[in-house]
């Protein structure tokens, strides 16, 4: 079986951990990356979606943190903030830092984003096929209004530095418009038996990737099921800040209201969790198979669970 995942960070990869538990020998796992999160700093690319899909399935993860690598130190970021040089907001790692620093300079001597992300992934063996959404540049931006008036900044700027505490006016994925699915993206949604959205942010995660020209598109026309599972569980975002972003599309915080978000155009199949059993009738009502199962990534079996409930629906589906 071929199986796609659109995925952001920690919620995705730690799904997608489940979803390694529980498929047969021989299944083929292509993961599609959100790369909207993507930053520039101290001349370096990050991409910390990827890195946290990358890290969290080839065993590198910080695992209470969910990003960032496992035993880290931070003696380049203290001699950057010596020289006075930020932002210091975002963690970097000196571990981290060799990633980024591979990274730009593959970029540098000419390989697209999605070759690069190939070599990272020959050191950490994800056990799965992860490709970037596309190899052209999308940065996530935020509206907001504060004392300094109303202006665009970074995603990560908003989400990492103000913790999403002012709210969020638009989302704007700055250059997805134009920017090309990454080599593989469109073949993989084509052939894929099942497309899978973990629980990862609909706005600023899957929202991005599905922003991409032809991406969406694919993915509704695919003859495969494709089967989400809520990020939301009882009317707030288990961890992060997911309602915030929900907010500046319009989108209630509700399991049910990302399901309609999505559209029975998207999806056919719909997790929620069981606290929010009595949502299951209206997203059904919408045209999209519902269940509710526990949803809650607390440990790998109980991950595994949801993988499992999620292509127990995909079999329903495909009827
Ligand atoms: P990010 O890029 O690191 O923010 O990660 P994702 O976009 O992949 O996932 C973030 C989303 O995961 C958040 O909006 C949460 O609502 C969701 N999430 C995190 N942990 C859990 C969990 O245990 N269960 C469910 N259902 N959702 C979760
Ligand atoms: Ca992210």
Not at 24 to 47: M, Q, R, S
Not at 73 to 80: D, G, H, I, T, Y
Not at 168 to 189: F, N, R
Request: charged share 20%; with cysteine; hydrophobic share 50%.
């Amino acid at each position: 079986m071929r199986i796609v995942a659109l995925a952001g960070g920690i919620g995705g990869a730690r799904f997608l951990r489940g979803l390694k538990d529980v498929v047969a020998p021989g299944d083929e796992i292509t993961v599609i990356g959100n790369t909207g999160d993507d930053i520039h700093l101290f001349g370096l690319k990050v991409c910390p979606d990827l890195d946290t899909v990358m890290y969290t399935l080839g065993g590198g993860i910080h695992e209470e943190q969910g990003w960032g690598r496992a035993g880290e130190s931070f003696a380049v970021k203290e001699e950057l903030a010596a020289y006075g040089v930020g932002p210091s907001w975002f963690g970097l790692g000196d571990k981290d830092f060799a990633t980024h620093i591979v990274r730009t300079q593959m970029l540098a001597a000419g390989y697209p984003l999605s070759a690069v992300t190939e070599a990272l992934c020959d050191r950490w063996q994800p056990g799965v096929r992860l490709l970037p959404m596309s190899d052209d540049r999308v940065e996530t931006h935020v509206r907001i209004t504060d004392d300094q008036g109303t202006r665009a900044i970074h995603f990560q700027e908003y989400w990492v530095k103000l913790h999403a505490a002012v709210d969020a006016e638009a989302i704007i994925p700055v250059g997805a418009d134009t920017a090309k699915p990454a080599p593989g993206v469109l073949e993989a949604i084509g052939a894929a038996d099942l497309i899978l959205f973990p629980p990862s942010n609909p706005v600023v995660s899957i929202g991005t990737i599905l922003a991409v020209p032809g991406i969406r598109e694919a993915v509704a026309a695919a003859g495969a099921p494709v089967v989400g599972l809520s990020p939301i569980i009882g009317g707030a975002p288990v961890r992060g800040m997911a309602d915030k972003v929900l907010a500046a599309v319009g989108v209630e915080a509700s399991a049910s209201a990302v399901a309609l978000h999505y559209g029975a155009d998207l999806v056919d199949g719909w997790l929620v969790d069981v606290a929010d059993a009595g949502s299951v009738a209206e997203v059904e009502a919408a045209g999209i198979s519902c269940r509710a199962v526990p949803l809650l990534m607390t440990d790998p079996a109980a991950t595994a669970a949801m993988a499992r409930a999620a292509l127990e629906l995909a079999e329903q589906v495909r009827g």
